[in-house]
C-alpha cells in the first residue's frame, strides 16, 4: 500500500536525475545552427548557460518544422524544453506553456523593393503571401483574414525564414511575415527585400515547456531567465547575436553581398595563409581587410595609412612589410599584426571579448583601449568585458574625461564603430563559406546562406 503513495517525480528531478535536458530547436540563424567549432546561435548559447545552470548534459534536436516542435515537446523520453524564438499566443497557450520573455520582436510585413509597398492590413488583399505553418505569423493572419476576408495566404511547412525572405527577393511570392530579429540577420543575403510596416507591437520571445500541472522546470526556468537578465548575461548575448545587425543597412549590405563575390576571391588563399601561420581565423582576418579598405590592395587614406589593410608606416617597418601596396605583404603584415595585439592583451580577458578588445586596439591604440579599461573600473564596471568597456570608448574624445587619462584625446567612437563593423562583416563570412568544413577543405568561392543549406547535428554526435 504505502508503494501506492509514492509520488512519480517531476520534470525538474527528471532531468537531474537522467543529467540530460532534452531541447527542442530550429536549425536557423536566430536559433541553433553549426560552424567550425560545433554548436551555436542565440537559442542554443541560452539554453547551453540553463544546462549548466542545472549541471546537467544538453542535448538537442531539431524539429522540421513547427508543428512537430509542439507536438514532440514532452512526448516520453522526447524533449522537455523548446527553445525556438517562440512568441506567446491564446492558440499556442492551449498546447503548452511560456516562460518569462526574454527578448522583444516585432513582427514585419517583408515585400520586394521595386513593388508596390503596402501600407496597412487592407493591402495585404490580392497578394501572394506565404508564412511558416504553425507560426504566429499564420496566427495573425487567420485574425486579419476575419476582418479583411480578400486576404489569401500559404502556410509551409517546407520552409525557414531564410526560404521565405530569399522567395521574396526573387519575386516568387509577394509578401512574408518574419520577426524583427530574424529579418536583421539575413537582411545581408537579400539586398531587395524591405520592411513593408510592422503588423502589430512588439512581442516578447519565450521557451516553451509541455501542458499540464507541474511546474517544477518552468519555475526553474523563470528563475534562471529572471537571474542572467539582471546579471548582464541576456545583454552580451543580444549584443554579440544582435547588437551589430543594423550596422550595414540595405545599401552596405548589397555592396557586401557583391564585394564577397567579386573581390574576395582574389586575396582569399592569401588571408587563409597569412592567418594560419598567426593562428588567426581567417575570416575575421578578410574582415578586418573589409573593413580597411573593402578589399582594395591600392587605397591611400588621407592620413597615410596605405594598402589593403592600411597599416601606417611604423607598423609596416615593425612586421616586415616593405611594400604597403603589395597585397601578400599587406595581409601578412595585417596577420602579424593583429595577433601581436592579440598577445599583449591582459591575461584576464577572455573569448570572445580578447578578440573585440584586439581589434579595438588595431583601430585606436592599446594606450586608449587601457584607459576606456580604467574608466570602465571606475564606474563599476567590467574592465574585460567589451560590452561595458565599449561604453567608455567614446568618453575618450570628451575633454572632461580625457584629460584624466594618460594617454588623452582619442576619437573614442571609431573603435566601437569599427569593431561593430568587422563582427558583422565576420558573422556574415562564418555563415557563407560551409562553416561546417574546416580550413582547407572549403572550396574557394562556394558560398552558402544558413538555414538553407541546412545542418543537422548527425546522430550520436559529442553534445558540448
Avoid at 524539429?63 to 514532452?74: E, V
Avoid at 574576395?264 to 575575421?284: C, G, I, T, V
Avoid at 581589434?359 to 592599446?366: D, F, M
Avoid at 565599449?390 to 588623452?408: E, H
Wanted: glycine share 8%.
Amino acid at each position: 500500500m504505502l508503494g501506492a503513495c509514492v509520488e512519480k517525480p517531476s520534470t525538474l528531478e527528471r532531468v537531474k536525475e537522467d543529467g540530460v535536458l532534452r531541447v527542442i530547436t530550429r536549425n536557423s540563424p536566430a536559433t541553433y545552427f553549426q560552424d567550425r567549432n560545433g554548436e551555436t546561435g542565440f537559442e542554443y548559447e541560452l539554453v547551453k548557460r540553463f544546462a549548466d545552470d542545472l549541471g546537467v548534459e544538453l542535448k538537442i534536436e531539431t524539429a522540421d518544422n513547427l508543428d512537430d516542435l509542439f507536438n514532440q515537446l514532452g512526448q516520453p523520453k522526447g524533449p522537455v524544453l523548446a527553445a525556438a524564438g517562440l512568441v506567446s499566443s491564446e492558440q499556442r497557450k492551449q498546447q503548452v506553456r511560456f516562460s518569462h520573455p526574454y527578448l522583444q520582436v516585432t513582427p514585419q510585413v517583408i515585400y520586394r523593393n521595386g513593388r508596390s509597398r503596402p501600407t496597412s492590413a487592407k493591402n495585404l488583399e490580392g497578394k501572394h503571401i506565404m508564412v511558416l505553418k504553425g507560426s504566429s505569423h499564420a496566427e495573425q493572419l487567420a485574425q486579419l483574414k476575419l476582418k479583411y476576408p480578400a486576404i489569401e495566404y500559404e502556410e509551409s511547412d517546407a520552409v525557414e525564414v531564410v526560404d521565405l525572405l530569399r522567395m521574396v527577393d526573387e519575386g516568387q511570392i509577394d509578401l512574408t511575415l518574419v520577426d524583427s530579429n530574424e529579418l536583421a540577420m539575413n537582411q545581408v543575403y537579400f539586398p531587395k527585400v524591405r520592411v513593408a510596416f510592422d503588423l502589430g507591437d512588439a512581442r516578447g520571445q519565450s521557451w516553451a515547456v509541455a501542458a499540464g500541472e507541474d511546474n517544477s522546470l518552468l519555475n526553474e526556468i523563470n528563475s534562471f531567465l529572471d537571474k542572467v537578465d539582471k546579471n548582464g548575461t541576456l545583454q552580451r548575448l543580444k549584443d554579440r547575436y544582435y547588437g551589430h545587425v543594423d550596422v550595414l543597412g540595405y545599401v552596405g549590405a548589397y555592396t557586401f553581398a557583391q564585394h564577397l563575390q567579386q573581390r574576395l576571391p582574389k586575396y582569399e588563399k592569401q588571408f587563409r595563409a597569412s592567418a594560419k601561420l598567426e593562428k588567426l581565423d581567417w575570416r575575421l582576418l578578410a574582415a578586418v581587410g573589409y573593413q580597411e579598405s573593402m578589399w582594395q590592395a591600392e587605397v591611400t587614406s588621407k592620413t597615410g595609412v596605405r594598402g589593403l589593410m592600411m597599416l601606417t608606416q611604423n607598423t609596416a617597418q615593425a612586421m616586415g612589410v616593405s611594400n604597403r601596396l603589395d597585397p601578400k605583404q599587406s595581409i601578412s603584415g595585417g596577420a602579424k599584426y593583429l595577433a601581436y595585439i592579440m598577445e599583449q592583451l591582459d591575461d584576464n580577458i577572455e573569448e570572445p571579448d580578447r578578440t573585440w578588445f584586439a581589434l579595438a586596439a588595431y583601430n585606436v591604440g592599446g594606450g586608449h583601449l587601457d584607459d576606456a579599461r580604467k574608466l570602465a573600473g571606475k564606474e563599476g564596471l567590467n574592465p574585460n568585458k567589451w560590452l561595458d568597456v565599449k561604453k567608455m570608448l567614446p568618453r575618450l574624445s570628451q575633454k572632461q574625461w580625457y584629460s584624466k587619462t594618460r594617454y588623452g584625446y582619442a576619437r573614442g567612437g571609431e573603435p566601437v564603430h569599427f569593431v561593430a563593423n568587422i563582427r558583422r562583416y565576420y558573422d556574415i563570412l562564418t555563415w557563407v563559406t560551409q562553416p561546417q568544413l574546416e580550413g582547407d577543405q572549403v572550396a574557394e568561392g562556394e558560398l552558402h546562406v544558413p538555414g538553407v543549406n541546412k545542418t543537422k547535428p548527425p546522430e550520436n554526435s559529442p553534445q558540448l
